[in-house]
């Protein structure tokens, strides 16, 4: 009985002996990682159909008519599967109305500050194409981080926004973010109006 006691005594000890060892040792706990992410070299094609627009997109993305009880004419979704994105574009004619089209897109990209850090206009002036627009870039947490309109101001309306199938979490997302970002600044900059 005294030969187990001992026993018992003895293994505690060299437990309590290998904890205070381990403990003198500085922890630093690690931060979060991210998975990487590899993304594809920038190529275009030019997007052209019966709408009264055409522009490049990626070749890594895909062109999906919107086709619901919601969409008009020359809606699309350019889709990018392996990243759960997309960019959404609405298109309408312009009858009178511009200033109203305007205020829905500054309103839709305004109604993101509930969970946005801030948010960035980027003015678009092109004499030459006629077209005339504001991206916005939404810094955050927003479900939609970046979003832009076009125009000529007479005949032609368009509407994009870039949208991810995933929680929104800024720090992970940010550079398919920023890529896709040159993606819809390469639209912006080649979309031509057809009359």
């Keep these: 009985m005294l030969n187990a006691s001992l026993?018992?005594?003895?293994?505690?000890?060299?437990?309590?002996?290998?904890?205070?060892?381990?403990?003198?040792?500085?922890y630093t706990p690690k931060p979060n990682g991210y998975f990487?992410?590899?993304?594809?070299?920038?190529?275009?094609?030019?997007?052209?159909?019966?709408?009264?627009?055409?522009?490049?997109?990626?070749?890594?993305?895909?062109i999906?008519?919107?086709?619901?009880?919601?969409?008009?004419p020359c809606w699309l979704n350019i889709q990018f599967p392996a990243y759960k994105a997309k960019i959404h574009i609405s298109y309408k004619p312009v009858h009178n109305n511009i200033s109203l089209l305007l205020e829905d897109s500054h309103t839709l990209a305004y109604k993101h500050t509930i969970k946005a850090q801030a948010i960035q206009e980027k003015l678009f002036v092109d004499e030459t194409r006629k077209v005339y627009g504001i991206m916005y870039e939404i810094k955050g947490d927003a479900a939609s981080s970046v979003q832009f309109?076009?125009?000529?101001?007479?005949?032609?309306y368009l509407r994009g926004a870039?949208?991810?199938?995933?929680?929104?979490?800024?720090?992970?997302l940010a550079p398919v973010i920023r890529f896709f970002k040159e993606d819809i600044v390469h639209l912006i900059e080649t979309l031509e109006w057809k009359y």
């Design 149 to 156: 309109f076009l125009t000529d101001s007479t005949s032609h």
């Design 64 to 72: 999906r008519i919107e086709k619901n009880s919601f969409s008009e």
């Design 162 to 172: 870039l949208y991810f199938s995933l929680q929104p979490n800024a720090d992970s």
């Design 36 to 62: 990487r992410i590899d993304l594809p070299k920038k190529e275009y094609q030019i997007y052209q159909s019966n709408c009264p627009y055409k522009f490049e997109y990626p070749v890594y993305g895909s």
């Design 7 to 26: 026993k018992n005594i003895s293994i505690h000890g060299i437990l309590l002996l290998l904890l205070l060892i381990a403990c003198k040792r500085n």
